[in-house]
C-alpha cells in the first residue's frame, strides 16, 4: 500500500518524521511530493497511490480520475472546502478530514494579529489593550473553542454565535451564546471568524454586518477569504476610519485594500495558522493514522462525503 503526502505548502520535518514511522509500523510505502509547483506533478504522483494526504491542495475530479487505486484522501487539517466531495464519492474514494488537530495553532494567531492590530501594527503609536473588552466568535467549533479557552486568560468577554452548537456547549465553555449574527457583530469590538467556506456561507460577512460593529470595532479572519464579500469589507472601511481587518488570507483585493487602507488592514502572504510545528506533526499524524485505519480496517470515522 502507499500512502502519498502531497502538499505545495509542506509540513515541517519532524512532522514528516512521524508520519513516516506510522507508515512503517503499517508495512506501508510512503511517498512525497512536497513544494510542487505544477499542478501536473501532482497528477503524475497519484497515479498509484492508495491513500493520499492533503493540506489546502485541490483535489478535483481531475486527481480523481489520475488516481486509479486511490481509496482515502485525509485533509490534514480542518477545512475541506478543497476537496471535491461529490467527485470523491464518484469515484468511491473516502474523504475524511482531522477535526481539532490543528485548532491551537490557529487560535494563537488569532491573538498574535489582534493584540498587533489593537497595538497599530506595533508602530511606535499609543494602542489599546484588549483585557475586559467584548470578544465574539463567529462559530464555536474547535477553533472557536479554543479562542474562548485564550481569551478568558486575556480577561475578555466572550460570545459566540453557532446555530450548530447547542447552547450548553457554548455555556459550559463560560462563554455567553448569541442567536442572532447582527447581535453578533453590534455588541462586540473584536469579532473573530471561524465559519467553513460553504455554498451557504461564501460573501456572507460584508457592508451590513461589518459596519454593525463597535467603535474602534476589529474584524479577524483566520478562516478562509471566501467568507468575506470583498466590495462590502472596501465600503465598510471607508465609511468607518475607526474600524480594521485583519486576515490569515490574502484577500483577492489586498493591493487594492493595503493601498486604500494601509495599517488598518494585515494580510498573511501565506495561510500561516496551523504553520507550527505542534500543528502539523498533529495533523499530519493523525492523517497517517487516519489513512491506515482505512486501509488496514476499513474504519472511516471522520469520513465528510457521503
Ligand atoms: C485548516 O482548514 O485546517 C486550516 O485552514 C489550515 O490549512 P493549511 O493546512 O492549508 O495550513
Request: aromatic fraction near 6%.
Amino acid at each position: 500500500m502507499k500512502i502519498l503526502v502531497a502538499t505545495e505548502k509542506p509540513f515541517a520535518a519532524v512532522a514528516i518524521d512521524g508520519i513516516r514511522k506510522v507508515c512503517d509500523e503499517a508495512g506501508y510505502e510512503l511517498c512525497l511530493l512536497e513544494k510542487y509547483t505544477e499542478r501536473k506533478q501532482l497528477l503524475d504522483a497519484v497515479a498509484d497511490v492508495d491513500a493520499l494526504i492533503v493540506r489546502s491542495d485541490i483535489v478535483d475530479n481531475e486527481v480523481f480520475d489520475a488516481a486509479k487505486q486511490l481509496k482515502i484522501v485525509v485533509r490534514a487539517g480542518a477545512g475541506y472546502d478543497n476537496i471535491d466531495l461529490a467527485a470523491a464519492t464518484a469515484h468511491n474514494v473516502v474523504v475524511e478530514n482531522t477535526p481539532g488537530q490543528n485548532s491551537n495553532a490557529v487560535a494563537e494567531l488569532v491573538f498574535g494579529m489582534l493584540v498587533m492590530a489593537v497595538r497599530n501594527m506595533y508602530n511606535g503609536t499609543s494602542g489599546t489593550e484588549i483585557k475586559d473588552k467584548t470578544l465574539g466568535i463567529h462559530a464555536f467549533g474547535q477553533v472557536g473553542r479554543n479562542v474562548a479557552r485564550i481569551a478568558k486568560g486575556f480577561g475578555m468577554e466572550v460570545s459566540a454565535l453557532d446555530p450548530y452548537c447547542p447552547d450548553e456547549v457554548i455555556v459550559e465553555a463560560g462563554v455567553k451564546p448569541v442567536h442572532s449574527v447582527e447581535d453578533l457583530y453590534k455588541n462586540n469590538k473584536f469579532v473573530s471568524l471561524h465559519i467553513p467556506a460553504t455554498a451557504e456561507t461564501r460573501g456572507s460577512v460584508g457592508y451590513e454586518l461589518i459596519t454593525k460593529l463597535p467603535k474602534g470595532g476589529v474584524l479577524i479572519n483566520t478562516a478562509r477569504k471566501e467568507v468575506i464579500d470583498e466590495p462590502g469589507l472596501a465600503k465598510a472601511l471607508e465609511e468607518r476610519p475607526d474600524l480594521k481587518y485583519v486576515a490569515d488570507i490574502k484577500p483577492d483585493s489586498a493591493e487594492e485594500l493595503k493601498a486604500k487602507f494601509g495599517e488598518r488592514v494585515f494580510f498573511t502572504p501565506k495561510k500561516m495558522g496551523a504553520q507550527t510545528a505542534e500543528a502539523n506533526i498533529n495533523a499530519g499524524i493523525a492523517a497517517a493514522r487516519q489513512c491506515v485505519a482505512y486501509l488496514r480496517d476499513g474504519i472511516d470515522r471522520f469520513k465528510v462525503n457521503k
